[in-house]
């Protein structure tokens, strides 16, 4: 069964202090790992999609990597706007599902 | 381009009875897919729609089902509403392909059971 695990649970971070979000996943065979920005009662917003380990990928104030058992999403002078719940899914090659498996995400505050 | 749309966007339902969520998928996508989200909690995969069938299936009981018309839009019908069946239900849309799907979400429709 696929897993997800993010951590921290929430975070908060003065305006400009860079930090890093874990997304720890198991999955019988990578498809591709998302990360998703939520905000409250909005649907989750897309942000990366990675598929092997070492890739990297880059917006604005946001960077994602990938390894062969984490993902980490890089924070970096973070803004008031960057406030949301991050979540991170993973999608896997085969059977009948082609569902995402979501974690349960890190809910990040940036305080003025 | 217009985006991905549910309707209602919130509903209250008592014990036992049914729901019909409704979904607008995103211009140029053909497969739609439904999560339940908890509050606290990620979304959980549902089930999802390939040319008006059902090609996958999260851990959801037959209660849930669903619907993907020719425009590819689509229905999610919950029967016997359980008190646990409060969450938010999103729907997604993407563009089946060979490689990941990228999945664009609606704003979801709250579901409250009494």
């Known amino acids: 069964e696929d897993q997800v695990t993010q951590s921290p649970e929430a975070l908060r971070l003065q305006e400009g202090e860079s930090s890093s979000l874990n997304c720890s996943y198991t999955?019988?065979?990578?498809?591709?790992l998302f990360w998703y920005r939520q905000d409250p009662g909005k649907g989750p917003e897309f942000l990366f999609t990675?598929?092997?380990?070492?890739e990297e990928k880059e917006k604005e104030r946001l960077k994602a990597t990938l390894t062969k058992k984490e993902s980490f999403l890089h924070i970096t002078a973070p803004k008031p706007e960057d406030s949301a719940t991050y979540l991170c899914?993973?999608?896997?090659w085969g059977g009948g599902a082609d569902g995402l498996t979501f974690g349960k995400g890190t809910h990040l505050i940036i305080q003025p | 381009e217009t985006g991905v749309t549910q309707s209602p966007t919130h509903l209250i339902k008592t014990r036992g009875q049914q729901v019909t969520l409704r979904c607008s998928s995103q211009?140029?996508?053909?497969?739609v897919s439904w999560y339940q989200q908890a509050l606290g909690q990620g979304p959980q995969f549902i089930f999802q729609?390939?040319?008006?069938?059902?090609?996958g299936r999260g851990n959801f009981p037959p209660r849930f089902s669903g619907l993907q018309f020719p425009n590819y839009s689509s229905e999610l019908n919950v029967n016997a509403l359980e008190l646990d069946d409060s969450a938010l239900y999103l729907c997604?849309?993407?563009?089946?392909?060979?490689?990941?799907?990228?999945?664009?979400f609606g704003a979801g429709s709250r579901l409250t059971v009494l």
């Open positions: 997604a849309s993407s563009s089946q392909g060979t490689g990941a799907n990228v999945l664009t």
């Open positions: 211009s140029g996508h053909n497969t």
């Open positions: 729609y390939y040319r008006e069938e059902e090609n």
């Open positions: 999955v019988s065979g990578l498809r591709g």
């Open positions: 990675l598929y092997s380990a070492g």
């Open positions: 899914a993973v999608q896997a």
